[in-house]
């Protein structure tokens, strides 16, 4: 799995210093598809090709924007916590990780930031641990769904975009939703990302299919898979169904939502969090199309059960299959194989790498989704801090880092910006120059649903959905009987309340 999927989910387990999901946190009256306006950003038209238009028409000027909210001369200490660039990441990524710490100390002078870079894997239990033992930093940047439980448990102060000059209508709606919880806002978007489809044009063509259209649904996908097994002898589509694996909910639960399903009521417009959907009609007719792949075609391969995408990426650059759910960084990783590869194999290598095709995720019968990624960053509780809370230089500080500059360049190589006037500034316009599909990848964003935003939702992601799945896909329960599985586990890990 990918270090965001695995981080996305947060390695919650069974009522994990749960905090209660009766009054889970809503995002009053914001539609889905929200419009904002007030960036220039219309997510009805918000196509690769709009992506593009957009970019670069807007200057933006960070200290004076900064210096609204808290003066520059503002002498303070603040201590952050946050996953950065380590010894594997791109020498780019380490570049801006310097040049964003010089012009914050270059913008606020006399602020002391004491900062510490984690490893993904020791970030949460670290925080937890420090949050209870009252050592907690001042501000930490975490994996989407992560804040919920810090704030389930009174360890986060509330805390929204208008305290640092901005609104809400500056961040995507789903954004929204994952910093909210009881009715309150528990931080702001740093960075946002969603996934798109990813195919082999040849293996279209051989299959009697048009090389640059993807399928428009996913019962299209069905359809299109077993072709090109039938075809080709290739396996059609990149199916993951392995459990306890980030990759498994990423690419199934759009395939869920598209078809009116979902673990919970995360894919409505005002979720509450309370109503069990994973086995509603939509959920099943999702669940069925798996089982119509794995089991009656047999267009996947037959180790999805164990596979991440990690298992995805070979037989893809070998030409062996056609079809895959991954991030623009999927390119890259193509690349990077057939750059390795030798003789005959780096004939097909290079051969896919030409062939490789980016486009939007099928719709279902009720919507086309995906799953919205990303980071948010936090204030904690003072009573949680270590030392005296600097209230305005943590306002300083994510002012800075959350602005339309900083959240642009600090997702340079492997998200977007969290505040939509991002989309709009020269450096986008230079990432999507450089960025091969960025375009189309970053198109999926109005149709990002979030996990639901509650303490269990990575028992529900990571276990449950999973344990769904390999229930059919193994014959081990029919289709209905695996879907009512999984809503007896999921009520039982909500308390049995419902």
């Known amino acids: 799995m990918t270090d965001k999927e695995q981080a996305a989910l947060g390695g919650l387990t069974r009522r994990q210093l749960m ?15 929200a ?37 520059l001369n503002y002498k303070g200490r603040l201590t952050y916590w946050y996953v950065g660039p380590n010894e594997a990441s791109p020498q780019i990524d ?36 420090a949050a209870l033992g009252n050592a907690a930093p001042m501000v930490a940047k975490f994996p989407i769904l992560w804040g919920v439980e810090f704030a389930a448990k009174g360890q986060l102060s509330p805390f929204k975009p208008e305290d640092v000059g901005f609104t809400m209508a500056d961040f995507w709606p789903g954004a929204m939703k994952s910093v909210t919880w009881q009715g309150k806002t528990y931080g702001i978007p740093t960075n946002n990302e969603t996934m798109a489809l990813t195919w082999n044009a040849a293996l279209f063509a051989a299959a009697g299919l048009d090389p640059e259209k993807p399928p428009a649904t996913w019962d299209d996908l069905v359809v299109y898979s077993k072709l090109i097994k039938e075809k080709t002898g290739k396996n059609g589509y990149g199916l993951v169904a392995r459990t306890n694996a980030g990759n498994t909910p990423f690419r199934f639960m759009p395939q869920l939502w598209a078809y009116g399903g979902g673990a919970l009521d995360e894919s409505e417009p005002d979720p509450t969090y309370k109503k069990i959907m994973i086995n509603n009609e ?7 199309a798996s089982y119509d792949m794995y089991v009656r075609d047999r267009s996947v391969p037959v180790s999805a059960l164990t596979n ?7 037989p893809f650059i070998a030409g062996q299959l056609a079809m895959m759910i991954g991030h623009p960084s999927e390119y890259a990783a193509m690349l990077d194989r057939a750059k390795k590869a030798t003789g005959d194999d780096k004939k097909i290598a290079d051969a896919v790498v030409a062939n490789m095709r980016y486009g939007l995720i099928p719709k279902g019968a009720a919507r086309r989704a995906v799953v919205f990624g990303g980071s948010n960053a936090h204030v904690f509780n003072p009573k949680v801090v270590d030392g005296k809370l600097d209230m305005d230089a943590a306002r300083a500080f994510i002012a800075f880092s959350t602005g339309p500059e900083w959240s642009t360049k600090l997702a340079w190589t492997n998200s977007n910006p969290g505040h939509l006037t991002g989309f709009r500034t020269s450096w986008m316009k230079e990432r999507l120059e450089q960025i091969r599909f960025l375009n189309v990848t970053t198109s999926m964003l109005p149709n990002g649903i979030p996990f639901p935003v509650v303490p269990i ?14 229930n059919a896909l193994t014959k081990k329960m029919t289709v ?19």
Do not use: H
Request: glycine share 8%.
């Open 19 to 33: 905090g209660g999901v009766a009054g889970a946190g809503l995002v009053a009256g914001m539609p889905a598809f």
């Open 35 to 71: 419009q904002t306006s007030r960036t220039g950003v219309d997510a009805a038209t918000w196509t690769p090709e709009f992506v593009s238009s957009i970019a670069g028409t807007v200057q933006v000027d960070t200290a004076a924007d900064c210096a609204k909210v808290v003066p």
């Open 94 to 129: 380490k570049d801006i990780d310097a040049q964003f710490w010089a012009a914050f100390a270059k913008t606020y002078p006399n602020i002391t930031v004491e900062k510490q870079n984690l490893d993904y894997n020791q970030m949460l239990n670290k925080t937890r641990t």
């Open 282 to 288: 939509g959920s099943r007719a999702a669940l069925q």
């Open 308 to 314: 991440t995408q990690t298992e995805n990426q070979d």
């Open 457 to 470: 939702s990575g028992e529900i992601m990571n276990i449950v959905v999973p344990d769904m799945m390999q």
């Open 480 to 498: 209905a009987q695996a879907t009512d599985d999984a809503a007896r586990k999921i009520k039982g890990l909500m308390g049995g309340d419902l």
